[in-house]
């Protein structure tokens, strides 16, 4: 009886937790699902008569608030923002962890620029894109996407190349492998999960960033975080609470369902190494 009150208890203690830690997002989620009288007379976590109203006001808007292209921006410029990174630094994460290429200074600088504030690159990073052609284009905002997130690829390939088997690179030099033919063939496979675990970060990251959307960006390639902003003042007469609680709803849902769809992935690269036989 003891132990299934010991349970009982730890079940109570976790629900309890979820709940606080979820609190913003069921509070969000309760209020996108309320018409605009219900949230002014019932504020509260219950729903009297739930409605899609709210969402159906988001996603049937056009021209300036147009969520769609909104999402599409998001969409190209995180899939450029954690693709790229993969590919440059599993290469350099192979140099760095078996050849010592810059492990003494290339490798800590570069993963010690993401503890510097984003915002001491903001006029220095305008300024060049202004120069290049760059501003408010999907390509430059996923190229500093991209930057942001080598960092961490960079930490997380190097402590996986690290704990590779050695003997397994030796032993496909010894047959007669080239350097593509062990990165490619025999390495890659091998940092798979790895790999999956940073693109999906990266692929959070950049979808949820907003410093350099609202920097870099005007009209043409305004990602969600961004343009979710536009629509809280989008009727006139103060905030439209219901269609700002859809809208971020919405803006929220891709890195939220990527991340419970790939939570194993995430777990079994962040163990992998930690034990050997």
Known sequence: ???????????????LAAFILNFPVIATLVTSLKSAGEIASNPGLSVRSPTLENYAAVLSTGGRLDVWAYLGNS?????????????????MAWAVARRGVGAAWLFPAVVNLRALPLIVFAIPLYLMYQSLGLLDTRMGLGLIL???????????LVNTIRDLP?????AARMDGARLS???????????????V?????????????????LMLTTSEA????????????????????????????????????????????????????????
């Open 1 to 15: 009886m003891m132990r299934g009150l010991d349970k009982g208890m730890r079940w109570l203690v976790f629900g």
């Open 75 to 91: 969409l190209v410029a995180a899939l450029i923002g954690s693709l790229l990174p993969m590919v440059l630094c599993f290469p």
């Open 146 to 156: 991209a930057v942001v997130n080598l960092p961490l690829a960079m930490l997380i």
């Open 166 to 170: 050695l003997e397994l690179e030796e």
């Open 181 to 195: 033919t062990l990165l490619w063939q025999i390495v890659l496979p091998l940092c798979r999960p790895a790999l």
């Open 197 to 213: 675990t940073v693109f999906i970060f990266g692929f959070i990251t950049a979808w949820n960033e907003f410093l350099f959307g």
């Open 222 to 277: 305004v990602p969600i975080t961004v343009g979710a902003s536009f629509f809280f003042a989008s009727g006139g007469g103060g905030v439209q609470w219901g269609v700002a609680a859809a809208i971020i709803m919405i803006s929220s849902a891709p890195p939220l369902l990527l991340g419970l769809f790939m939570y194993r992935h995430i777990g079994g690269s962040m163990t992998a190494g930690a034990v050997k036989g």
